[in-house]
């Protein structure tokens, strides 16, 4: 085979390899669970995994009708990097609140939530973590 021809077939098999090492360059593992408020599961909480380390992105999910969430890192790649992180709760009900003596209400959730002060383990395994969103 001349050089030529053998550049032709290993080049693109290179270029290949490279991106896809790319794609994996950090480590993750899934990362699901429900979200509560007074026992009631969420729907449409957002759901923020913050590495402590800061040397990746966050990643995130939202809550279904059941406060189920899924964690995607990429588009394609589910959960979050192994090891540290703060959790943040975003949630705002759509339907503008509970009534509370003839008026309506929006339950104001702990601020730990919101600010991300609720710190997880993301271990290289199968990772639930189920929060209990508290009114203030």
């Given at each position: 085979m ?5 550049t ?43 590495p ?10 939202e ?43 929006t ?12 710190e ?17």
């Open positions: 001349s050089r030529l021809n053998l032709v077939v290993l080049l693109p098999m290179l270029l290949v390899g490279l991106v896809g090492c790319q794609q994996n360059e950090f480590e993750t593992a899934p990362i699901h669970g429900t979200i509560t408020l007074n026992g009631e599961p969420v729907q449409g909480a957002r759901v923020l995994f913050i402590s380390n800061k040397k990746t992105k966050a990643a995130g999910g809550t279904d009708r059941n406060g189920q969430y899924e964690i995607r890192f990429t588009g394609t790649q589910m959960g979050s990097t192994i090891g540290p992180h703060r959790v943040k709760v975003m949630y705002e009900p759509e339907s503008g609140g509970r009534e509370r003596a003839g008026r309506k209400s339950p104001k959730i702990s601020p730990k939530f919101l600010n991300g002060n609720v997880v383990e993301v271990q290289d395994t199968d990772n639930v973590f189920d929060f209990e969103l508290t009114e203030t």
